[in-house]
């Protein structure tokens, strides 16, 4: 027999997705098998994140339930572009060099949770203030949070600017997925 705490951990489960995005690109890139697949620009992920393209009905799961969205900083991109130059021009002073031309400046998350992890709305708001904190204090450049109920199962995605002011390097080389999860699930 499982104890309860055991029982409740494995049911619990959580993820993390991490994607490194240009601003102003869309890409593809290939799979094991040899088929394509096609990562949105910047620009596509914002307006799939905040409900802004038009979705297939058959997409969403659960259509009367009500998303939430927090924005740290302006999400245009012309403001978040300026950010990144403002970032850069602190890398040069700090460093001696700019940061590399290919790095990517924005880093967006998904972070889901198995079906048992599906709260009653009451409950998610509280939650969502919980990872709306976590993003702001784990983050030197928080974008925004979005917290996605219509979808099968909730999940958050979250937006940051690709920079640590402590190393003073790109983040994204600095993320251990299994460790932010670890983090993120507690």
Not at 66 to 72: G, H, R
Not at 135 to 149: A, C, L, M, R, T
Request: a positive charge; glycine letters at 4%.
């Amino acid at each position: 027999k499982l104890k309860i705490k055991d029982y409740f951990m494995s049911e619990l489960l959580g993820s993390v997705r991490i994607q490194k995005m240009a601003l102003n690109k869309s890409y593809v890139r290939m799979r094991r098998n040899g088929t394509e697949r096609y990562f949105k620009s910047y620009r596509q992920q914002m307006e799939h994140d905040f409900r802004i393209e038009k979705m297939d009905e058959t997409y969403l799961k659960r259509k009367g339930e009500t998303n939430k969205q927090f924005e740290f900083m302006n999400i245009d991109l012309e403001s978040i572009s300026k950010e990144w130059e403002n970032i850069n021009e602190k890398h040069k002073k700090k460093k001696g060099k700019s940061l590399q031309k290919q790095t990517k400046q924005v880093i967006n998350f998904l972070f889901s949770f198995s079906s048992g992890f599906d709260l009653p709305e009451k409950d998610r708001e509280e939650q969502f203030k919980i990872v709306k904190q976590f993003i702001q204090e784990k983050f030197d450049y928080p974008i925004y949070v979005v917290q996605h109920n219509d979808e099968t199962a909730l999940h958050y995605g979250a937006s940051i600017l690709n920079f640590d002011n402590e190393t003073m390097r790109p983040l994204a080389k600095q993320i251990d997925t299994s460790k932010l999860q670890d983090e993120f699930f507690d």
